[in-house]
């Protein structure tokens, strides 16, 4: 599902460098990004996703050359094969609950917003406990309702792969458990492939696999040699 390969990225003007010899993770399992914040693990899910463009190396992602790919052509293999739950929600607050789950397929014509589409995002709201919520813009939503919102959104398009970063970071733990329990039933169900970054170590054994950013991330001109990825 995911391949890199001599990844280097580095943001102009700081001291900041990712680099990673070579990861995989195979299509269907779970995995857990954790490290010291800082680390690279944000950004690695933007490479991932094409939103950021390493310095150098590839990343493949289902079978696709991400780091070949045009912005244009980003986008829409972005909207179309991924996601995307983002720490902060990333809600429209101009916009309805369903609106905003249906946004996929309003920014791109690479989507075609069809009736059985808008019941699927019905659908998926019911799952997630909030139908009676669907009119309403996010600022009447709790943080937990927001999450939902947002996790109903990364998966109306039915994509191979989910990233999720800080999924749970902002609930509390009822929240918590109900935000991950709709993700790794909607993962195990559809055999998606889901990558999460986390600094909540107490949901850790919910993932197959750990990744920790220790292990390859380079912070500051003195911060030692490269080193590849624990697997």
Known sequence: MIELRDLAFSYPDSDFGLSITGLEIAAGTTTAFIGPSGSGKTTLLNLIAGILEPDTGSVRTNGTLVTELSDRARRAFRVTEIGLVFQEFELLEYLT???????????????????????????LAARVGITDKLRRRPRQLSQ????????????????????????????????????????????????????????????????????????????????????????
Do not use: M, W
Request: hydrophobic share 40%.
């Open 97 to 123: 609950v369903l609106d905003n789950i249906l946004l996929p397929y309003r920014i791109n014509p690479v989507l075609k917003l069809q009736p059985e589409i808008v019941e699927r995002a019905k659908t």
């Open 144 to 231: 937990g309702e927001r999450q939902r919102v947002a996790v109903c959104r990364a998966v109306i398009t039915d994509p191979p792969l989910l990233l999720t970063d800080e999924p749970t970071g902002n609930l509390d733990p009822l929240n918590r458990e109900t935000v991950l329990d709709i993700l790794f039933d909607y993962v195990r169900d559809a055999g998606t492939t889901l990558v999460s970054v986390t600094h909540d170590h107490g949901i850790l054994e919910r993932f197959e696999a750990v990744v920790d950013f220790r292990s390859f991330h380079e912070i500051g001109p003195d911060s030692g040699s490269e080193l590849d990825p624990a697997r």
